[in-house]
């Protein structure tokens, strides 16, 4: 079979979009549950409510959008088939979304059954995804550093999943395991490897269409994966022994490796060749700053380590890494992907001729630009509040605000999508 | 090495280029100049689309005998963005802003898409199956795309 055809194997619109629209509702959940909580919450990472709004951001927000936009990607972008997507969607989705649900009711209640239940359902959903994501990527003809970038970052969810499955069981029975050395293991695998390769193998796709950049180097775009893979395999050595120098080496070795990610985008942005900026590049910018700006605050924290030490170092590097670089490349993305899929499939509904909606039609600049506004506000309350908690519970509200706009702007874009679309059916009834 | 396809390549990163002009003065609201970048892309991306269905295409169909495949899909890829194009045209006539961005940032993605499609897979089979003719054909394609280049500014 030739690769090409496989292009053309779109999903069915409903099978992105259901998790597109979901992961918003989760971030807003998590600035609602800061609000309600306060300051004290952004004390510690180890705080019950901060575990519980790490996890509806991480496998709430992220996630969700993640496995959607692999399920749109794959077979669109890196030729793979993705079997069944209807069916897959109809599993992961609502699986993904109650599992996420149960873990963050088990943080806020420390009920074990809860945990348990989590785990499982975590194991059986991503189990079940990652098993056909798989079969699509190490079958697809398609070749280049994006593929292999996203087979790494699959890789690392699995082992993400699995650590997070061992974790939640061990919180459920009260094993003496090292907790605490396993939670930055999963972590980093989380963050590092799962998402940040992903966004990479995208990135070395999407980021060049968009605005016309030059490619990225070669070497820049294989290195990173197969860096960022060898700096968590080290950091996992944790594992057989700790010599604490070293690994404060290796981490910063793997927030280097990011902060060249992220000044190799920078640096093809700024040689684009459009000249015409948008609000989804003004989201890149802020998610590749965030990311440099982790390595600074990490240096910053080993120069001077009574404030290193403080627990909401900790803090503010992951509120930079889920908000600052996770959350505004996702939306920036979303703001691209659904009004150009939605485009798309309209076009093949009425065919050549008729004319839909464009993208600018279906979600206005504007209305993106301010949500972005508001979500740099957010990302710098929420900043702000890990040193001053007063302003927590603003932070919170502001956070909740800046997902329920992104939420609002794609349900237009759909809305705008159904208009056209029950339109054209009734017209074509009508001849 | 020299490909086949190289003029193709080279072809795509001169319309982009063409395109991002129009864009950028259409945005300024410099409609003289927009007018003028619009058309040269116009015409640059009609003679790319034409150079492809009139030349490359039959000749990779006749070779592989792959006539309802990748280069089925590639033409009705081109006819959506002369949709988009028209479009572009009309508000460009009317001097109509939005209009304009708006069509002009879907066959973007749109044209972007479709150039990954031939440059990572389409072109490099072209690029096998006519090897033997590469000479001729590839002055052929050349000779094709110059032609309008130098009548553009």
């Known amino acids: 079979m030739h690769p090409n055809l496989s292009f053309e194997q779109a999903p069915p619109i409903a099978v992105p979009f259901r998790f597109f629209l979901t992961a918003p509702l989760f971030g807003i959940a998590a600035g609602l549950l800061l609000f309600l909580q306060g300051g004290e919450m952004l004390a510690s990472r180890w705080m019950p409510a901060a575990l519980a709004a790490t996890h509806l951001l991480v496998v709430g927000f992220m996630l969700q959008a993640m496995c959607g936009a692999l399920l749109q990607f794959v077979p669109v972008a890196a030729g793979g088939n993705i079997w069944r997507p209807r069916l897959v969607a109809g599993i992961v989705h609502p699986v993904l979304a109650a599992a996420t649900v149960l873990l963050v009711s088990a943080f806020l209640t420390q009920r074990p059954a809860l945990f348990t239940a989590a785990a499982h359902s975590f194991v059986l959903g991503l189990g079940f995804f990652g098993t056909v994501v798989s079969a699509a990527l190490w079958r697809t003809p398609a070749r280049g550093p994006t593929i292999v970038a996203l087979r790494i970052a699959l890789i690392a969810l699995l082992v993400t999943m699995a650590l997070g499955a061992t974790l939640a069981t061990g919180l459920a029975r009260g094993n003496q395991w090292p907790l605490l050395m396993l939670t930055d293991i999963h972590a980093a695998w989380g963050l590092g490897g799962w998402a940040l390769v992903l966004l990479a193998g995208v990135s070395y796709f999407v980021v060049p269409m968009f605005q016309l950049t030059p490619a990225y180097p070669a070497w820049l775009a294989r290195g990173i994966p197969l860096l960022l893979l060898a700096v968590l395999l080290l950091w996992s050595l944790q594992f057989v022994g700790a010599n604490e120098s070293v690994f404060k080496l290796v981490f910063l070795g793997g927030l280097g490796v990011g902060a060249l990610f992220a000044a190799g985008t920078l640096h093809i942005q700024s040689r684009r060749r459009r000249k015409v900026g948008d609000t989804t590049l003004l989201f890149f910018r802020t998610a590749m700053l965030s990311l440099l700006a982790i390595l600074l605050s990490a240096c910053v924290f080993l120069a001077l380590p009574p404030v290193g030490s403080d627990p909401r170092a900790a803090v503010w590097v992951g509120l930079l890494a889920m908000v600052g670089v996770f959350v505004s490349a996702i939306s920036g993305m979303l703001y691209k992907i659904v009004p150009f899929v939605s485009w798309l499939h309209l076009q093949r509904i009425c065919g050549l001729g008729t004319l839909p909606p464009t993208m600018n039609q279906m979600l206005a600049e504007a209305a993106m630009r301010r949500q972005f506004y508001v979500h740099l506000l957010a990302l710098g309350l929420l900043l702000s509040a890990v040193w001053v908690p007063g302003v927590a519970r603003m932070a919170g509200l502001v956070f909740a605000i800046d997902c329920a706009w992104l939420a609002w702007n794609l349900i237009q874009a759909v809305q705008a999508y159904r208009g056209f679309r029950d339109r054209i059916r009734v017209a074509a009834e009508g001849c | ?153």
């Open chain 2, 1 to 153: 090495m020299t490909a086949l396809t190289d003029p193709m390549h080279r072809h795509h990163k001169h319309c982009d280029t063409l395109f991002a002009d129009a864009e950028a003065a259409a945005a300024k609201g410099d409609w003289q100049a927009a007018t003028r970048d619009f058309h040269a892309f116009q015409l640059e991306l009609e003679t790319h689309f034409r150079t492809e269905e009139e030349v490359l295409f039959p000749a990779f169909e006749a070779t592989t005998g792959m006539t309802g495949g990748p280069t089925q899909m590639m033409r009705f890829e081109h006819a959506q963005m002369r949709d988009l194009v028209a479009r572009m045209d009309d508000s460009v006539q009317v001097r109509d802003a939005a209009g304009f961005a708006g069509a002009a940032e879907t066959l973007l993605i749109l044209m972007q898409q479709h150039n990954m499609k031939e440059e990572n897979i389409l072109y490099p089979m072209c690029d096998r199956s006519l090897a033997s003719q590469s000479g001729t054909l590839g002055a052929q394609l050349s000779e094709r795309l110059d032609a309008t280049c130098l009548t553009t500014p």
